[in-house]
């Protein structure tokens, strides 16, 4: 397939699949309604960074490895799983703030760090992702592609996904959309909690083989 053939293509098809409800959606949703545009954004980053980690193995051929031990597929899964159910109990647990806006002003945000690897590390043990870029790969790269064409293929996967979830967080922080969250926001953090924990358990129970 010609370079400009696989551009459009893995444009379209990683469109589709940055667009598809889950876990990273629900992660970017909260953090942006509860803690607003700079927490969402931030998330947003680690989002499209922990894409690097499934670029590389796969631009190297780990992919068919990785999607074809149910050993690898169990390990990722697990971690997974827990660190959804983790992030869906701490939701689940969200108290309502106490005192007026002053106290409220004085909490400390968490670090870029923090929310960097938060969403860094939600998308990069995702246990689907191999098959999702098994077939990506297949159907739009060749092994001979040239390695410079590999990595700008890369990193517009990254681009798209940055773009799709930063555009995500933009819309849920706007100051009309907080208004309305504001004195609800650890409903919104228990609600979407609830929704991680299902992701979650969900796929803690789920068969990663084929």
Not at 63 to 79: C, D, G, P, Q, W
Request: hydrophobic letters at 50%; proline letters at 4%; glycine letters at 8%.
């Amino acid at each position: 397939m010609e370079f400009y053939q696989a551009f459009l293509t893995l444009t379209l098809v990683h469109l589709l699949g940055a667009a598809s409800p889950g876990p990273d959606f629900v992660m970017v949703s909260q953090q942006s309604l509860v803690h607003g545009r700079r927490a969402g954004l931030l998330v947003s980053l680690g989002i499209a960074l922990g894409l690097s980690v499934h670029i590389v193995y796969s631009s190297i051929g780990l992919a068919t490895v990785i999607s074809e031990s149910s050993a690898i597929l169990t390990v990722m899964k697990y971690l997974a799983a827990a660190y959804l159910i983790y992030l869906g109990w701490k939701g689940i647990r969200s108290k309502a703030s106490v005192g007026d806006d002053e106290q409220q002003a004085d909490i400390k945000p968490r670090s870029a760090g923090k929310l960097i690897s938060m969403g860094f590390v939600c998308n990069a043990l995702n246990p689907k992702a191999p098959l999702y870029f098994l077939s990506v790969f297949t159907l739009v790269l060749s092994p001979d592609m040239p390695i410079i064409e590999l990595a700008l293929l890369g990193a517009w996967m990254m681009f798209i996904q940055m773009v799709w979830f930063g555009s995500v967080a933009l819309v849920l922080s706007k100051p009309s959309v907080q208004a309305k969250f504001k004195k609800v926001g650890h409903w919104v953090d228990r609600v979407l909690g609830s929704v991680m924990l299902v992701f979650g358990l969900k796929l803690l129970f789920t068969s990663t083989t084929k």
